[in-house]
């Protein structure tokens, strides 16, 4: 048996995104010995993607702005399917978070007045997003990562070590949650660089480890999207809540093929970019869905003066939620109206100079420069729908980030679900992130400090079983190759579980599924341990094919479209589906999906929203109880 | 329009090693990663490689592309023609795990020694206040996405293992003049340069410029000020008089 190398922490945090390591400061700062483990190399983490920025009410720009008119956006972004709790949560606790960054050196754009500025984007009423240009992710990710590296100066000075409590493990994968009876007691994996296999015995794990967008064929996200945090979680015995609504960024790249998924942030259109059809007409205007009426601008004109009069004008369509603008463009594709490469054209030229683009928006200008040979200041860009996100993930206590079902398990962050309901908005992520990766740090905290002497122990039994489990695709002989295997597992869910959803395409979906199991069993990696890109691919093919049949189990499931679930044959939103979430766990090997009621918000909340507003989303029975809740 | 390139790529790991030919398809629009993903699904699964975003923002894909430090998912293969041969190794100025892959761990040595920011104590958060203007000199270092190209080419470095020891790197020469030109910082970062970090061995060749993706001025917008603020603060006798008597730090 290959060597396992052995650690012992009171907590780990699997990723290195925005909220792990913000849960680590957060365990790190209570005194605990704290491991983070990445994926990549420190640094790399997919949060280095966001573009637009973090979503945070300090009312800077706009002094109308606060948490109650935050929560309202989430909640309408979300279609009212979100975790109340998260929402709110989230809304009054963002702004501590962006402040706190600055303490740790972050720089973002200044208002006049020298606070921190803040942009427009899709279903944000006000301007909210605090931004550095279009490269916001990779501040909050350096912050984070200097954060860390602060805390370790702190250390070595302390005692003489810099990982005497904090320690990152750079390209290291787990592969499996080891649990002790019903309790988290350690997680196990390998090293890249060396090929080692290793297990961290821990009895609090935070799982932070991103998003699912490698199961499909056109995503934004990077190799290491593959739902490992989510998979982790389910095989461990926790639920996955919410599946079914995955996010497709409206605006990818579409050109040429290589970046074909790539994104152009939001912020094209907050700053001033227009979405036109072949035949050059703006299409969004012709998209704007009965709950968003009194909220959009009915004319180009109107449009164009809300960019500089917001408080007298409404906003153009452009900036709907994501979920609208990527169904919008999909129809208009298959409608013959598509740009030469299968997009539309998103065209920021028109409306600002070329030194203003360059200067808001440099890193597309970049991107598409050097990437497309496009000049965005002249030309328009072409962009289509591309899987970018996923609101479902691991079913947790608002509060403390714990995972269902696993005492010791917390999930925060895009592994985390019910924050963001049907949709997420852009910009609500990095919040989240912090928000969230916060109080799972915190919850783990409490955890551990709560066990006393009584920790949960790892048997030689269960490493022995993971051990072979990680090593059998390096020890078949003469099987299948990963790459075709993820290549064949990606036209599966692009076909029959993307954006636009049908029953027997679905049902289709499943049967297909099933028939990968056998052939990731059979899958050869050839080569050594060390560094084998094939051997690491096929250990997360397991966890893409399971988060892919939690995705459409769930989406045959409910029989309604919402947000990031769009059934052709059930084409309405249905209030009585909004009463309802979707849990995943794993029973005897299978994926079984069941119905849970959606917890009620609370009448301070609800009393946010007009009752007309309310009237879209809930029942007849729901109104009438809360009518007299209020009157009471 | 699909054509077929030679492609050489460096394999082994930290005890051997040769350049390795490979005939393999190219499409139009595609980088240097597309081809090398390519060769990883058809013909080597085993071929290491480093990758990330695919899109110029993570600065996981350096290596040398016909001996320049690139990115390669940011090399365009239209940039070649069709007979040439594209030589691949990995970065040179690092240890090779195997293949493409280097060990970069120097660079996250190097940011350990480096005090992080520190802000005004009687500050709380959300009371920070900057102009815009003053914030822009620091965050174009802040573009900085930590590719280690500028590492790689610095010849301080590059063939002289002797001097990692008492050299930061052009990556950390922005990473101090990003903190001495932050408003808020409240260290002393031009002595530290010079005294800790090596800031005095560079003699401004600019090759780090030059290779950077992120075309921040490193030569000219970070080091040779620090330079000039180091003499200010180092080797003007009317200061250094000053700083006997008044116990003077920094500016």
Partial sequence: MTAIERHSFDVVVIGAGGAGLRAAVEARAAGLRTAIICKSLFGKAHTVMAEGGIAAAMGNVNSKDNWQVHFRDTMRGGKFLNNFRMAELHAKEAPDRVWELETWGALFDRTKEGKISQRNFGGHEYPRLAHVGDRTGLELIRTMQQAIVSLQQKDAAEFGDAEARIKVFAETTITEIIKDGDRAAGAFGYVRETGNLILFEAPAIVIAAGGIGKSFKVTSNSWEGTGDGHALALKAGSKLVDMEFVQFHPTGMVWPPSVRGILVTESVRGDGGVLRNSEGRRFMFDYIPEVFKEKYAQSEEEGDRWYADPDNNRRPPELLPRDEVARAINSEVKAGRGSPHGGVFLDVSTRLAPDVIKKKLPSMWHQFKELADVDITTQAMEVGPTCHYVMGGILVDPDTGAAAGVPGLFAAGESAGGMHGSNRLGGNSLSDLLVFGRRAGAGAVAYFQSLGGNVPKVTDASITTASDHALAPLRNPGGENPYTIQADLQQVTNDLVGIIRTKSELEESLGKLKGFRARLANITCPGGSAFNSGWHLALDLENMLLVSDCIAHAALIREESRGGHTREDFPKMSAEWRKVNLVAHVENGEVVVEKQALPEMREELLNLFDVEELAKYMTSEELTRHSKGANA | ?251
Avoid at chain 2, 61 to 70: D, F, K, L, Q, V
Avoid at chain 2, 121 to 146: H, T, W
Avoid at chain 2, 214 to 224: C, G, P, S, V, Y
């Fill in chain 2, 1 to 251: 329009m699909t054509r077929t390139a030679k492609f050489r790529v460096w394999r082994g790991d930290a005890n051997d090693g040769a350049l390795k030919d490979y005939n393999i398809e190219v499409n139009e629009g595609e980088v240097v990663l597309d081809v090398i993903h390519r060769l990883q699904a058809t013909q080597t699964p085993d071929l290491a490689v480093r990758w990330n975003c695919k899109a110029g923002k993570c600065g996981s894909c350096s290596a040398e592309i016909n001996g320049r430090p690139r990115l390669m998912c940011m090399t365009r293969m239209n940039t070649f023609t069709d007979e040439e041969t594209i030589t691949v190794t990995p970065l040179r100025a690092f240890p090779v795990i195997r293949d493409l892959v280097t060990d970069v761990s120097f660079n996250y040595k190097k940011a350990l020694e480096v005090p992080a920011f520190s802000g005004p104590a009687n500050l709380k958060p959300g009371e920070y206040r900057m102009e815009q203007i003053d914030v822009e000199r620091s965050q174009e270092f802040r573009k900085c996405i930590e590719c280690f190209l500028c590492q790689d080419t610095c010849h301080v470095i590059r063939d002289h293992e002797e001097n990692k020891e008492a050299f930061a790197g052009p990556r950390f020469f922005i990473r101090l003049a990003e903190l001495d030109m932050h408003p808020l910082d409240t260290l002393d970062r031009k002595r530290a340069a010079q005294e800790k970090h090596g800031l005095g061995m560079c003699n401004i060749t600019k090759c780090c410029t030059e290779v950077c993706p992120e075309h921040i001025r490193i030569t000219d917008n970070a080091i040779i000020p620090m330079k000039e603020r180091v003499v200010d603060v180092k080797y003007d006798p009317a200061r250094w008089l000053g700083s006997k008597i008044r116990r003077r730090e920094g500016l």
